[in-house]
């Protein structure tokens, strides 16, 4: 879970997360199921990081879809990870995961049904999290930054959330790979 490269860290993680089990030791930002715990106590990370690296796994690709998972990777300056946030949420009343989407990533409804937390309090809890790394001056990656943004705003908006992250505010690996 070492990385030379900082931009490695975001092929394990849009890779592998959710695909193969963590080793035991590695440690996670938020050690417990329940949404009343406080912010301060699940978000260290945030304020120890120096980059995090974040990826949605979505219902589909409009304008009215939503992301049905978020993992975000938090790396120190030697590209050591210090943590991860990895979680499924639920869907919005009525809204139904793309079959072209569940191709890809193969979470479906049951499965974010089962083991999804409610998206609201989650997207407060990143809310937190990437605001607390803008604050600080560090580095937010994605690899298609317009694409994950879009998607979280999206997703916000359907649960209630005031969201303020914007491709502007985050390193895009693809749009980089083009220059």
């Known amino acids: 879970s070492d990385f030379k490269n900082p931009l ?12 193969y089990q963590l080793p035991s030791d590695t440690p996670q930002v938020f050690e417990s199921n329940t949404e009343e715990s406080a912010i301060s106590k ?7 990081a120096d980059f995090a690296v974040f990826d949605t796994e979505t219902s589909g690709l409009s304008s009215t ?3 049905v998972q ?3 990777g938090f790396f120190d300056s030697d590209g050591k990870a210090l943590g991860f946030y990895d979680k499924l949420w639920k869907l919005p009343p009525g809204k139904k995961i793309g079959y072209g ?9 049951k499965k974010v049904e089962a083991h999804g937390y409610r998206a609201a309090p989650e997207l407060r809890k990143l809310k937190h999290m990437f605001s607390t790394m ?12 317009s694409f994950d943004t879009r998607i979280l705003l999206q997703t916000a908006k359907q649960n209630g959330v005031d969201w303020t992250l914007t ?8 749009k980089q790979s083009k220059v």
């Open 8 to 19: 490695d860290a975001f092929f394990w993680l849009g890779s592998y997360a959710g695909h």
């Open 42 to 48: 699940e978000l260290p990370l945030c304020e120890i």
């Open 65 to 67: 879809d939503c992301a």
């Open 70 to 72: 978020t993992a975000v």
């Open 101 to 109: 989407a569940f191709k890809i990533h193969k979470i479906s409804e």
């Open 134 to 145: 803008k604050k600080r001056k560090k580095m937010i990656v994605s690899h298609n930054a």
């Open 167 to 174: 491709k502007d505010d985050v390193f895009c690996t693809m």
